[in-house]
């Protein structure tokens, strides 16, 4: 173990919750102790949200560590880690907390215990700022098995906002080593497929509506392809009222990306359907490999992957140049971002390189 305690400024840059989620799991992996200080310090509510606690403390427990002034509201924590344990682990927001942003500070730690894990993940499946589960399932999952993990994520229950009680179990099996990626073809784009969904008491017209106010838009710029967003209403594995869609697009390489918005109280169906059209085209047009969603989530495991991970991109987003900063003041990583200079590319379209540390799993 390390002997000094590692220290995070969690108010630079993005300011978020993503400092945090992203340190936890570093220190969990490397072992030793880290004080984050001035934790969401810039945000209207300062310090910890009852669905950071539930993740600091799930990485608690699969690190069989210590984890001190972790209270919600509290702007100042220290995690000290020690040996990444296998096992049942359950983690509960008791809101609507995002279940994807416990799945993003938990899985990097999962990959180095000593056996599979299993975590069940309770609060919001699709909630605002923040991945819904579907993006994880149907973009992040694939992507990020490239570096050579395997996990199943197993959606119990959906659970929306206010009240969350969403369930998802994920089965993660540990690596060795993570094998560095290579995404810098972006293909053309060969399929374009969604879900518009209501839960609840919310009318079925919605999901109708959202769904056609997609397809109406991406025809303006796409107009060779046939368009699949099905319309569902949830009744029996949802807890609460809720609607939204996610719009996904993939290429010949592989390439996924995609586009979601969620319905809230007074905004008509279809600028919901609108808006999860245009995401999905904005990072379309950039001809980069990942859409602005998935560019910042890949850079913990390009930092820990062993050899040189390449990543085609649009606009570096503040949450990647966030997630970079904290890789690089936390590991040894070594980050380069470029134009990309091809004849694809345009004014919007990057590179980012990254030189790994080879973390290994000591325990296989």
Partial sequence: M???????????????????????????????????????????????????????????????????????????ITLTARKIKCGNYIADTQTAGSVGLLLQVSLPCALFADGPSELCLKGGTNAEMAPQIDYTIKVFK??????????????????????????????????????????????????IYGRAFVAG????????????????????????????????????????????????????????FAGSSLGKKGVYADKVGIEAAEMLLRNIRHNGCVDEFLQDQLIIFMALAKGTSRMRTGPITLHTQTAIHVAEQLTKAKFVIRKADDEQAN???????CQGVGAANAHL
């Fill in 2 to 76: 390390a002997a000094t305690t590692l220290e995070m400024d969690g108010s630079v840059m993005e300011g978020g919750g993503q400092i945090l989620r992203l340190s936890a799991a570093l220190s969990c992996i490397q072992g030793g102790s880290i004080k984050i200080n001035k934790i969401r310090a810039g945000r209207s509510t300062p310090g910890l949200r009852p669905q950071h606690l539930s993740g600091l403390e799930l990485v608690r427990d699969m690190c069989d560590g210590n984890l001190e002034g972790a209270v919600v509201g509290s702007t100042e």
């Fill in 142 to 191: 694939p992507i990020a098995e490239k570096f050579g993990m395997h996990f199943d994520c197993d959606l119990r229950m959906r659970g929306y906002y206010p009240k969350g009680g969403g369930e998802v179990v994920v089965k993660i099996h540990p690596v060795k080593e993570l094998s560095p990626i290579s995404l810098t073809e972006r293909g053309n784009i060969t399929k």
């Fill in 201 to 256: 008491v919310l009318p079925f017209k919605l999901a109708k509506d959202m769904s056609t106010a997609a397809v109406r838009t991406i025809r303006k710029e796409i107009k060779d392809l046939y368009i699949n967003i099905q319309s569902l209403q949830e009744k029996d594995k949802a807890c609460g009222n809720g609607n939204g869609i996610i719009i996904i697009a993939e290429s010949s390489t592989g390439c996924i």
């Fill in 347 to 353: 004014s919007d379209t990057y590179i980012i390189e």
